[in-house]
């Protein structure tokens, strides 16, 4: 039995029937064709899922797509105003990806962290970025991207 | 941008291409894709570590609406293929268990594939699972690896008693006794290397599409190597002529090791599309990876080294066992031998060495190489063992070093264990390092924070591997069931643009971006005119992919001598259009030009046009402008370096702060040193994982507890600190670009930095070793006697 819902997302109105255990994940990948949000895991913990839901961070895999109904979600897709948002700008100069499947998830947690707090010492953007796993770059490299990131949008 | 055109680009830090899809999702992976009716398959896994399976009852799932098929081994075995998941590497002796596709009657770990399903969405496929009912008899697992070998244990396979895979040695026994009779000092150690599970961010999945009507299948999946996993998908288990099969990697989200094994989940898939004649999905869940992907390390090891009495190495001996896991895995006989005694000398001129390793089965995952491969787990032995042997002589750690190190004059160096080191300046890394760390300050310092009860310690790998294994001759001789060689073809299209096919299959290394500098060097034509493909059976020739640090050594010196047989081509028709002798052509920047006469020339681009054109060409020679080339290297090529690690232990918690990290590598020439410095913390943060964070841990009855990222410590960031980076060049005098290899080398060289960090700091303590993850618990007891 479907459940009717209507959602924005990435400033798109949407308006579907779901089952009403279907994850907010799989409705932007499986049914809109999003799949930018990647799953990683199943136990909340990698964040290759995040998504912005009213402007906050949330892990897609851990809602269901009914819980969001009524809300404004912004996926890896819908984040630049423009060709790049600064934290994707920033990805690409500091080498912060390799394999770049954490990359959207993470990308994501970084624009939050940096709404919340514009100018993260290294310590607080290791400990912003903690819900984000990445096998990669052993995070050198995205630190590096969040402090370019957090100066350049500091103008 | 940096230069883009001639020699300057090799060493560049260009910026990678591969990036800007990634970064705003538009990278495509296997889950990404979809096909027109597409369906999905689930797999029911044994919950026992050792089970007879008396019956499966399919009735409830297959009636369920929205499921199409149930499987057992039974219908495969029916449906007349293979159905086997072959091991590629062979030892004298060795024991080699058959391995179904599904098991037939017996599970044999958790995790063991037992029923197969296929329905119209994720969610029922799932739901269908629950439904399947299985008879299990469970029976006596042998899960931990000492007690696997000892009488009474449960029998993984009857063929392999006491659970012996098989019992290898290298090195010479006799010599290394008498060498230990006549030893000054003794040092010995029981070592363990824990299990680790990779954790590639992007779990497995394969999407498989067979056509009916074509009788090929067309696989997209989650490989490092498309063309193995083609030839054992044809040989052992579907039984299709390989041209019919054309496997496809598509963004592959890591690896590590984990996706060059071949395993029976992606050939069930394909299987299944068969059996359906729709596209079929199988997409691993997190937790699925964690009994499905081939774990890594696992070795119990005892380890003895000899000196005389001024702190000269006179022999080594080691025993150890390794874990094989429940079957064999693809390559997991190489490792724990020819990936791993034969670097038991390290960088030191040690005259005698003994390593005997007898591979064990156990009711758990397989295991099978993991980032590093054999290599990390014997750095860790010999960097561990050098550090013990510094303290039983009473002499410092990095002195005992230098006084053993292969001096660069006695390069090529033939060990004790067959490898012959072609290179390096051993101790150009660690007086590097020692500087960067300022050693001596560092002892002060220490020594000073002690009084005030804090726990400083500094702990040193220098560490050398062997990767690019190579030649295929000489790893055919030790077992290999493949070649190591790699292909390349370099199109150089009529406009002079170039598309360059490799048989590396990247995953996450930038290949597009490296091996594109590497192309655009020889060939003279832009950066940005050279595109790089990867990952397809149907689109370049056969290639043995990525793994084993061997793309940039292999597969880059592959594109340079296909570059290289253009340029060949493009001279002999330059010289024709500029009617004069090839001999006296230059070329340079791109052009051909003749000798002293610069203004006279004919670029890459009009050659090449008139190469398509085929109108004015000398005669007899072919139109167009490719060439392929297949590259098999003379010897491996072996990075080398010294990282030191730099920790405080919390005498109230045991807590490990691991405070600073420094690497000093040497990787021979670099490409681009923006992508090598990132694959080095990358190796780094895996090691320093297996120092202090990960380990894979069953209970006695073989089930697995750390079967999650919540029960699993993959570190996060602040697990980590920023790492000091820097580097030695000694270039490969083997290969065309000079290089090593980079891609394991963090996580060879730092598990010992840091547990040998560790232990310093805990010598006031009388703790001589710890075993790995070093985590708060067992640092704690340890400050306290073991208690």
New interface residues.
């Given amino acids: 039995m479907g459940i009717p819902i209507q959602l924005a997302v990435n400033g798109k109105n949407v308006a579907k029937e779901v089952?009403p255990?279907?994850l907010l994940v799989?409705l932007l990948?499986?049914v809109l064709?999003?799949?930018?949000?990647?799953?990683?895991?199943?136990?909340s913990?990698?964040g290759?899922c995040t998504v912005l839901l009213d402007g906050m961070a949330v892990k897609s895999c851990t809602l269901l797509a009914v819980q969001a109904d009524g809300g404004k979600i912004t996926?890896?897709?819908g984040v630049?105003n423009g060709k790049?948002h600064p934290v994707?700008q920033a990805?690409?100069?500091s080498?912060g990806?390799?394999?770049?499947?954490?990359?959207?998830g993470m990308?994501i947690s970084v624009v939050d962290l940096l709404e919340r707090n514009g100018n993260p010492s290294?310590?607080e953007?290791?400990?912003g970025?903690?819900g984000?796993?990445?096998?990669?770059?052993?995070?050198?490299?995205?630190?590096k991207a969040v402090q370019s990131a957090a100066a350049v949008m500091n103008g | 941008m940096a230069q883009t055109n001639g020699s300057n680009i090799l060493g560049s830090a260009i910026?990678?291409r591969?990036?800007?899809?990634?970064?705003?999702?538009?990278?495509?992976?296997t889950?990404?894709l979809?096909l027109p009716g597409m369906v999905y398959a689930t797999i029911l896994r044994s919950p026992y570590a050792h089970a007879t399976i008396k019956n499966i009852d399919i009735s409830g799932a297959a009636a369920m609406p929205g499921v199409l098929g149930v499987y057992t081994a039974q219908d495969i075995v029916k449906s007349g293929i293979p159905g086997g998941i072959p091991v590629g590497w062979l030892l004298p002796g060795l024991k080699i268990p058959e391995h179904f596709m599904l098991a037939k009657d017996t599970a044999r770990y958790v995790g063991d594939g037992v029923a197969l399903v296929v329905a119209e969405d994720?969610?029922t496929a799932h739901d269908a699972l629950e439904a399947i009912v299985v008879d299990y008899a469970p029976q006596t697992a042998a899960v931990n690896l000492s007690a696997a070998i000892q009488p009474g244990a449960g029998q993984v396979h009857a063929s392999a008693p006491n659970n012996i895979a098989f019992d290898w040695e290298i090195g010479d026994k006799a010599k290394t006794d008498a060498a230990f009779a006549g030893a000054a000092h003794i040092a010995h150690l029981d070592i363990i290397n824990n299990r680790l599970i990779p954790?590639?961010?992007?779990?497995r999945a394969t999407l498989a599409d067979y056509n009916v009507a074509t009788g090929e299948v067309t696989i997209h999946m989650t490989s490092q190597n498309p063309h193995i996993h083609r030839l054992l998908m044809s040989l052992a288990s579907l039984g299709l002529p390989e041209h019919k099969i054309r496997v496809i990697a598509p963004?592959?989200?890591?690896g590590?090791g984990s996706k060059i094994h071949h395993y029976a989940d992606e050939a069930l898939t394909a299987w299944a599309s068969m059996q359906v004649g729709r596209p079929v999905k199988w997409?691993a869940?997190?937790?699925e990876t964690y009994i499905t992907d081939a774990h890594g390390r696992d070795h119990v090891t005892t380890a003895e080294m000899a000196l005389d009495s001024n702190g000269k190495i006179l022999g080594l001996r080691v025993d150890t066992l390794a874990n094989m896991g429940a079957y064999l895995s693809t390559f997991a006989p190489a490792v724990p031998t020819y990936l791993y005694g034969t670097l038991m000398s390290g960088e030191y001129d040690i005259p005698a060495i003994y390593c005997h390793v007898r591979g064990v089965f156990t009711h758990t995952v397989p295991v099978d190489a993991y980032r590093g491969a054999g290599r990390p787990e014997a750095t860790f032995v010999v960097e561990r063992m050098v550090d013990e042997a510094a303290r039983v002589s009473g002499i410092d750690p990095a002195e005992l070093r230098r006084h053993n190190f292969v001096q660069p004059d006695n390069f090529p160096f033939q060990t004790q264990v067959a490898l012959a080191y072609d290179s390096g300046n051993y101790e150009g890394t660690l007086d590097l390092a020692l500087k960067h760390i300022d050693y001596a300050n560092f002892r002060v310092e220490q020594a000073e924070a002690r009084k005030n009860g804090r726990y400083l310690g500094l702990g040193l790998s220098s560490y050398i591997e062997a990767c690019g294994l190579a030649p295929s001759a000489v790893v055919g001789s030790l077992g290999a069931q493949a070649g190591q060689w790699e292909s390349a073809v370099v199109r150089v299209h009529a406009t002079g643009k170039v598309t360059v096919y490799s048989g590396s299959s990247g995953?996450?290394?930038?290949h597009k971006t490296t091996f594109a500098q590497i192309a655009s060097a020889e060939l003279g034509i832009p950066y940005e005119d050279i595109d790089v493909m990867e990952g397809d059976t149907g689109a370049m020739p056969h290639g043995w992919g990525t793994y084993g640090s061997r793309s940039a050594a292999v597969g880059g010196s592959a594109i340079v001598m296909g570059a290289r047989k253009v340029v060949d081509k493009a001279r002999t028709i330059a010289a024709h259009l500029l009617e004069a002798a090839e001999e006296d052509l230059v070329f340079e920047k791109g052009k051909f030009h003749v000798k002293g006469s610069p203004d006279q020339f004919k670029s890459i681009q009009d050659v090449s046009l008139q190469a398509y054109l085929a109108h004015n060409l000398p005669k007899g020679l072919e139109p167009a402008l490719e060439a392929t080339a297949f590259y098999d290297p003379s010897n491996f090529v072996y990075p080398f370096g010294t990282h030191i690690a730099i920790v405080e232990i919390d005498p109230a918690t045991g807590q490990v702060d691991l405070k600073r990290y420094l690497a000093v590598d040497d990787v021979g020439n670099v490409i681009n040193p923006?992508?090598v410095?990132?694959q080095i913390?990358?190796?780094?943060?895996?090691g320093v994982g297996q120092a202090l964070y990960e380990t894979a841990v069953y209970d006695s009855g073989g089930n697995l507890l750390s079967g999650?990222?919540?029960d699993y410590a993959?570190?996060?960031?602040?697990f980590?600190p920023?790492?000091e980076t820097d580097r030695t060049v000694t270039p490969c005098p083997h290969n065309p670009l000079g290089v090593k290899g980079v891609g394991e080398a963090?996580s060879i060289a730092s598990p010992a930095a840091v547990i040998n960090a560790v232990v310093d700091a805990l010598s006031p303590f009388g703790v001589t070793h710890i075993d790995m993850p070093a985590t708060p618990e067992k640092v704690w007891r340890a400050m306290r006697g073991g208690k």
Wanted: net charge negative; with cysteine; charged share 25%.
């Fill in positions: 089952e255990r279907l799989h990948r499986d064709g999003l799949t930018g949000t990647k799953v990683g895991c199943d136990t913990q990698c290759s996926t890896i897709e630049a790049y994707q990805f690409w100069d080498h990806l390799q394999c770049g499947f954490c990359t959207p990308i290294e310590d953007i290791r400990h970025i903690e984000n796993l990445c096998r990669c770059t052993g995070y050198h490299n995205i630190v | 910026k990678r591969e990036d800007p899809a990634l970064i705003t999702g538009k990278g495509r992976y889950d990404d979809q994720r969610y954790n590639a961010m992007e779990p963004e592959v989200g890591g590590f997409v869940t997190r937790s995953h996450g290394q930038g923006m992508v410095d990132g913390h990358g190796g780094i943060a895996q999650s990222m919540l993959v570190p996060k960031a602040h980590l920023s790492f963090g």
